[in-house]
């Protein structure tokens, strides 16, 4: 890809997680809570993209013709399918991995922990594995959104499909809005920058 074309390509942002309303409170669904918080900020709207089997939203993250352009994105299939959907945007958009952001819970990171990043392995996380497998690089970025390793012997597939703790749900809201900060931040300032700015707590 040109440098031109990759330049003018738009971000595209996407929420992890499962869809339907039986899975929308879950640990494994905060991507998608991000995404839906971002189109807020852009005042965009999801809607549905039959062609991608997504809900998308586009908008500039800011004013004047200068200002990123971002594709938000929600994939209709299950976790484990969720490269194709991504896959179809990136073409469609003509998006780089490199300007690819997928915003996904993070079992290696204590709960409320922020870490954003580019590449490495998928850490046992079906939806990212599934979207370095369709975009054939795992070369994209990735906001973590750290909801801890589950307590006593519970298995980790059980404790993702679970609702927060009443506990934990009282800080849910100011996390999404920190992680929603993150991805602006890297659109806007970079990912060094980014680093620099929110991972000291």
Same mark, same amino acid.
């Given at each position: ?5 990759e330049? #003018?390509a738009p ?5 992890l ?19 839906e918080l971002l &189109?807020?900020r852009?005042r965009?709207?999801? #809607?549905? *993209?039959?062609?991608a089997?997504a809900?998308? &939203?586009?908008?500039?993250?800011g004013?004047?013709?200068? &200002?990123?352009?971002?594709v938000?994105?929600k994939p209709?299939?299950?976790? *484990? ?5 991504? &896959? ?7 998006t780089?991995a490199?300007?690819? /952001?997928a915003?996904h ?8 922990q922020?870490?954003?990043? /580019?590449?490495?392995?998928e850490?046992?996380?079906?939806g ?17 959104f750290?909801i801890?390793?589950?307590p006593?012997?519970?298995a ?5 499909? #679970?609702?927060f703790? #009443?506990?934990e ?8 809005d ?5 991805v602006?931040s /890297?659109?806007?300032q970079?990912?060094e920058?980014?680093?620099?700015a929110?991972h000291?707590?």
């Amino acid at each position: 890809m040109s440098e031109d074309v990759e330049a #003018s390509a738009p971000w595209l942002v996407v929420g992890l997680g499962n869809p339907g309303a039986e899975y929308a409170a879950h640990r494994h669904n905060v991507g998608f809570v991000v995404v839906e918080l971002l &189109a807020q900020r852009l005042r965009a709207r999801l #809607s549905r *993209n039959r062609r991608a089997v997504a809900d998308v &939203a586009e908008g500039r993250l800011g004013v004047g013709v200068d &200002a990123p352009r971002m594709v938000l994105a929600k994939p209709l299939t299950y976790m *484990n399918l969720s490269g194709g959907p991504v &896959a179809a945007l990136a073409r469609l958009y003509r998006t780089p991995a490199e300007r690819v /952001i997928a915003v996904h819970d993070e079992l290696d990171l204590p709960f409320g922990q922020l870490r954003a990043k /580019i590449g490495g392995g998928e850490g046992g996380h079906n939806g990212l594995r599934s979207m370095s497998k369709s975009l054939g690089s795992k070369d994209y970025l990735r906001v973590r959104f750290g909801i801890g390793r589950p307590p006593g012997r519970q298995a980790p597939a059980d404790y993702v499909l #679970s609702n927060f703790s #009443s506990v934990e749900r009282k800080e849910v809201d100011f996390l999404v809005d920190r992680a929603a900060d993150v991805v602006e931040s /890297i659109v806007t300032q970079g990912l060094e920058r980014t680093q620099n700015a929110f991972h000291s707590g």
